[in-house]
């Protein structure tokens, strides 16, 4: 089934910002798709500890706003996110069809062979909607948009937000989460995960290169943020903050 349109995708190159501004820019690629702009892909990190909630999460500990890290909104759904020790990837595009879980399985086929190439393969999980939103932490439990390795334990979460036909994915791929600040917001551990078997730049390319063969297969076209696109991303910070 073919679900992305044989175009070139815009390659943003992984940005490092505060919480507000990168879902700011994750809002303005779906605005841009929408408006006529090509499909896009973006990876990125946040500059300092942030919990990003889910578009519907009305309820979270009172106790989070006591912590040393920015709190905003998701434009998608799910619960909450610890953005530290991660990384972040964003793709905006328009499928050729709105069964989701397919559509879910073919935005993740990148991810699956970058972590396969790294030595650990990673399978869908099982877990009804319904029970995860029960748990404060989107990594508390793993549905079928999330990836899990052998053992089980999470190691990257994924959401959506859909406008009209337009989709926009981002998903966090947990590389070294700080143990102590995940037990104090979660009261649990963090997934035991084995270590990746490269440094920063080196899992950026892999990912990059994996998102070439099974996502953007019609190429990606490396293009930073003009100065007018950061003045439109600026207009939308607000829009996320909590």
């Not at 990876?43 to 999460?57: D, E, I, V």
């Not at 086929?109 to 970058?114: C, N």
């Not at 319904?130 to 932490?137: I, L, W």
Request: glycine share 6%; charged share 20%; net charge neutral.
């Amino acid at each position: 089934m073919l679900l992305s349109a044989a175009v070139p995708w815009r390659w943003i190159p992984p940005i490092t910002a505060p919480a507000a501004t990168q879902m700011a820019i994750d809002r303005w690629m779906l605005q841009q798709l929408l408006a006529g702009g090509p499909p896009m892909l973006r990876l990125y990190r946040w500059s300092r500890p942030a919990l990003s909630l889910g578009r519907h999460q009305q309820r979270w500990p009172a106790q989070w706003r006591d912590e040393p890290l920015e709190l905003v909104r998701r434009p998608s759904g799910g619960r909450a996110v610890l953005h530290a020790g991660e990384l972040t990837y964003a793709l905006a595009f328009t499928p050729q069809t709105r069964d989701r879980e397919a559509v879910y399985r073919h935005c993740c086929q990148w991810l699956q062979q970058a972590l396969a190439n790294a030595g650990e393969p990673l399978q869908f999980g099982q877990a009804s909607p319904a029970a995860a939103a029960q748990r404060s932490s989107c990594f508390a439990t793993a549905t079928a948009a999330d990836l899990v390795t052998a053992r089980g334990a999470k190691r990257i979460g994924s959401a959506q937000f859909w406008h009209g036909p337009a989709l926009l994915q981002h998903g966090s791929l947990l590389l070294d989460p700080p143990a102590a600040l995940w037990q104090r917001l979660f009261q649990a551990d963090p997934p035991a995960l084995a270590p990746l078997p490269w440094g920063r730049e080196a899992l950026e390319q892999q990912l990059r290169e994996a998102a070439e063969e099974h996502l953007c297969t019609e190429g990606l076209i490396s293009e930073p943020l003009s100065p007018e696109e950061w003045a439109a991303v600026r207009v939308l910070e607000p829009l996320s903050r909590v």
